[in-house]
């Protein structure tokens, strides 16, 4: 008896232990409509609009019921669950975050084909996604990441990024915002007379965006498409020589501190220097406005915006444009029902609910809901500088090897005075080489 | 005899539970890391490719892997000798001077140790800020003015031992609160006779006091050595994020990078399997050379 009872004592204590271990089978809920789990990311322009949006898909298909995940550390909620098997239908998670599970995703060749989304009708509407989406964002590495014409991810939100100063400053000096690169010296050496610095930046990763647009100013957008490829010898170009010695005399006219604060934790301080007037530039993409909306400003402290300067008065300028990206992991159950959802966010109502949270969609017309500075921030195509898109072609997994660590973050060294630029283009020679034989065929 | 096996049985069945928490929450794991390092994967599909001992090869030609190795060796090493060496001075003081406000001594030491890294992470930040910063202040009044800024954060010379300090200040408290106590138990008569016999205070911190809390340092020692592999992690991703241009990378912020950030779990699990040798090795080390015979009361 006593055994008997010490027994039953062991087995309930152990019990616990395997409750959370059953896993629901949860296709269809009570009413016998069709659940699809969607996760996002919790970003800036918050959750409300995807508890709207989903509403209002809701409402639009009454056989469909929404399980909403929207997460500021979505990788950690969602990625032990997908783990174990578990995987999202739809998820709007974009490239370039640190716990990089959409890039593994990539690398794991484990997204959906959702090229159909494009010739799919808009919900309610005439005419196709295709037709609804401005002309270049369904042709990049970051929605046909294997370089061929299936779409695995579609473009979200987006923003143009460049070169973000305090217009009420140049105003106040009567400065003109530089449009060459030479000129941008020139005015370094006028602002260090008064004790600001020409340039500072958040992180040394806020230089993909610069990076990018500057290798297509000297080299053209080929070249630029070259080096996303990793094509051989594109490092060791003229080009490519010219781009990084930009940046290195970037780095000679940075803020004394930037290097101190360009971390996750102090960023915001680099930030901080633009509204303090320590300094003048710095590269960004709009979500800077909302971040520092709080900080104190300067007196007549007002956003100003542009595209990179040109390399000389005849040539081009261009600025990246960042988008988020939507996609399908291959292991959800319900893909069909996952594109359908993909492909109502393009419609209308959805393109009103995100741009009053102040994410806008790259569809034709959104300029005409713009309000505020985004029109300005948005108006830089209309004005001149030409549009960059995509980013590195994805690879297979190469270990211990990082072209953002090489590309950028050997910056914060150039600018500290501890690496040479002639170590730093070697280096990126050398992850080029490594990266190269495991492109994605 | 029955009885006997009675008892046995009992005993057995008591100890399954726990028998059966460690299985699944310590030994499952750790030999899944082994197994793991011996994979390509990127941690989320189901395609794995076992590569045998690759991921380890690759890891020995890794010079970042080996910077991080260093800046973690030299960590502990620093750390170690500076916590431990505080500890013990500051417990003597509190346990065998006559001080005052002795208890707000104790309390005021002690309280880094609650403090959550992300905490201690912006305080320092705070302290550390090249141009508002508590030290940078201190010293231009020396300097007079903005001469020669330090960038505590941002100089790749620097930084490694601005992580240090941090460190330091969390953990001495909680050592001087261990040593204390062991302390505070050597009976007074010995330190009475052995003043009687003419030796002064330092004589009597190093026959008497360290030789009988001896155990206690042993097993500190090794417990801090442990943690501080830990703490070095949680300080780095919160005040540097492994930079600039990674010179205050540590192994497992390294082993984050890689397992998540590049896509490379098998890769991250490889490097989980040196740290854990590398830690099991230390502990061994540790126990090893300071071994003495213990002197009973």
Known sequence: MKRFVAL????????????SCGTRSDDKDSDGKTVLKVAVLESAYGKKMWEDVTAAYEADHPDIKIELTAEKNLEDVIGSKMKSGDYPDVVHLATGREAGLTETMIRENSLADI??????????????????????????????????????????????????????????????????????????????????????????????????????????????????????????SKDAREALDIVAQIASFTEPTTVANANNDNYLKNQQLILDNKALFMPSGTWVVGEMVDAPKSEGFEWGFMALPAIDSESERYSYTY???????????????????????????????????????????????????????????????????????????VEGVSMTDTLFGTINSIVSGDKTVDEWQDAIKKTSDSLRDALKK | MRKHKGRRAFLAVCTIPALILFGVFM??????????????????????????????????????????????????????????????????????????????????????????????AAIFSAV??????????????????HAGQV????????????????????????????????????????????????????????????????????????????????????????????????????FLSYMYKQAYTNSSYGYGMAIGVLVFLFSFALSGIINLVTRRESVDL
């Not at chain 1, 505020?372 to 072609?393: P, Q, W």
């Not at chain 2, 016999?197 to 801090?224: C, D, K, M, Y």
């Open chain 1, 8 to 19: 039953f004592c062991a087995l309930v204590l152990t019990l616990p232990l395997f409750v």
């Open chain 1, 115 to 236: 090229s159909d989304i494009l010739d799919k009708e808009v919900f309610g509407e005439e005419g196709s996604v295709k037709d609804k989406l401005i002309e270049g964002f369904t042709e990049t590495a970051a929605t046909n990441p294997y370089d061929d014409d299936k779409m695995y991810m579609a473009p979200m939100f987006y923003g143009p990024c460049g070169l973000f100063y305090n217009a009420g400053l140049f105003a106040e000096k009567n400065w003109t915002v530089p449009t060459t690169w030479d000129e941008m010296w020139e005015l370094g050496q006028k602002a260090k007379a008064e004790g600001i610095a020409l340039f500072t930046y958040p992180t040394a990763g806020y230089f993909d965006s610069l990076m990018f647009a500057l290798l297509c100013e000297t080299g053209g957008v080929d070249f630029y498409n070259e080096c996303m490829r990793y094509e051989e010898g594109v490092w060791e």
């Open chain 1, 323 to 397: 988008f988020e990206q939507i996609w399908v992991p291959e292991n959800a159950k319900h893909k069909d029902e996952a594109k359908n959802f993909i492909a109502y966010l393009y419609t209308d109502k959805a393109v009103k609910i995100f741009a009053q949270s102040g994410a806008i969609q790259p569809v034709q017309g959104v300029s005409e809901i713009l309000e505020g500075e985004n029109k300005l921030f948005y108006s830089i195509y209309d004005t001149g500088a030409k549009a960059v898109l995509g980013g590195f072609a994805a690879t297979n997994p």
């Open chain 2, 27 to 120: 030994l499952y794991p750790t030999l899944n890391i082994f197994i793991i390092s011996m994979y390509k994967w990127g941690g989320y599909s189901q395609h794995r490719e076992f590569v045998g001992l690759d991921n380890f090869v690759k890891l020995f030609s890794d010079a970042k892997f080996w910077q991080s190795f260093q800046n973690t060796v030299l960590l502990i090493v620093i750390v170690t000798i500076v916590t431990m060496t505080m500890a013990l001075l500051t417990a003597a003081i509190l346990t065998r001077e006559k001080l005052r406000f002795k208890g707000f001594f104790r309390v005021v030491f002690y309280i880094p140790n609650i403090l959550s890294a992300v905490v201690i």
């Open chain 2, 128 to 145: 550390y800020d090249p141009s508002r910063g508590l030290l940078n202040t201190l010293l231009s009044l020396f300097t007079g003015g």
């Open chain 2, 151 to 250: 960038l505590w954060l941002g100089d790749q010379k620097v930084v490694i031992y601005s992580i240090a300090i941090a460190m330091i200040w969390q953990a001495v408290g909680y050592y001087m609160v261990m040593y204390t106590a062991s302390m505070s138990s050597v009976p007074e008569s010995m330190y009475e006779a052995a003043s009687l016999e003419g030796a002064g205070r330092v004589r009597q911190f190093f026959s008497i006091t360290i030789p009988l809390i001896w155990t206690n340092i042993r097993t500190t020692l090794t417990f801090f050595i442990i943690s501080s592999i830990n703490i070095s992690f949680l300080l780095v991703r919160a005040m540097t994020s492994g930079g600039p241009d990674g010179s205050t990378e540590v």
